[in-house]
């Protein structure tokens, strides 16, 4: 049986109830590419005067308003206490919006939807060693896809394409704790984009990494097709990483704009307690 609400596909063969003197049906405006060009893609994120604040009465977010695109690549920056990590968990459903709105890819960030909202939405901890309780490396990585239902083969093949990701698949069989800590730190992304998110997010990825894994940690994120959100206080990898910036203080959004042009306003930048490694000139990098 023919359903009438089908949609028509361009090229099928006609079903048994058209014949030749039937008119032409009438044009459907979103299959027009037209229409389609002039419609505002749907943000990947979207954050619509979030406000949050604790039991103790310190508000952490105070009105925050930020849209990302899909496959942007976005410093979050800002000193200690300007309610970066509250933002963060406000992504994935862990804190519920007091006033605002949340959205990942259109869709709102509401009880009903958390169990596709926190597999659309992976947060990478500063510390892997939080991420990271298995006895191997597979297990770790394979943990949340299995417990979403994958099984056998497809299983194993997310596990290895998310190794291969961060150059990590030769330590398939190995035990995370042996591992250095920048080895650590890329199997806790892999444990994250095995459930194949939409958005990833960073928690001080820098931190604790001698310059050869701060190099291989900016190798893997850089051949990552996926929207980016890092929480940063290392102002010269924002640069490397995020062509787009944001500055976070006391709640609210204060600067939004190239990576670049932020960090070469030396003022703006002291006035939210940021600063530049001496010598350092982002003009130049």
Known sequence: MTDPAAPTIAGSTPGPAATPAAAEPALDPAADPAVLASEPAIPAVSVQ?????????????????????????????GPNGAGKSTLVLHLNGIHRPQQGAVAIGGTAVAPANLP?????????????????????????VAFGPAHAGLKGADLDARVDAALEAVGMAAQRGSTPHHLSFGQRRRVAIATVLASRP??????????????????ELTDVLAGLDI?????????????????RAVILDEGRITADGPTAEILGDTDLLAAHRLYLPKGFDPAQA
């Open 49 to 77: 005067g979030l406000q949050f604040a604790y039991p103790d009465g310190r508000v952490a977010l105070a009105g925050v308003d930020l849209s990302v695109a899909r496959g942007e690549r976005v410093a979050i920056l």
């Open 116 to 140: 596709d909202i926190r597999r659309r939405v992976g947060i990478v901890f500063q510390d892997p060693d939080d991420q990271l309780f298995m006895s191997t490396v597979r297990d770790d």
């Open 198 to 215: 939409d958005v990833l997010v960073l928690d001080e990825p820098t931190a604790n990494l001698d310059p050869a894994a701060r190099r």
């Open 227 to 243: 929207t980016l959100l890092v929480v940063t206080h290392d102002l010269p990898y924002a640069l490397e990483l995020c062509p």
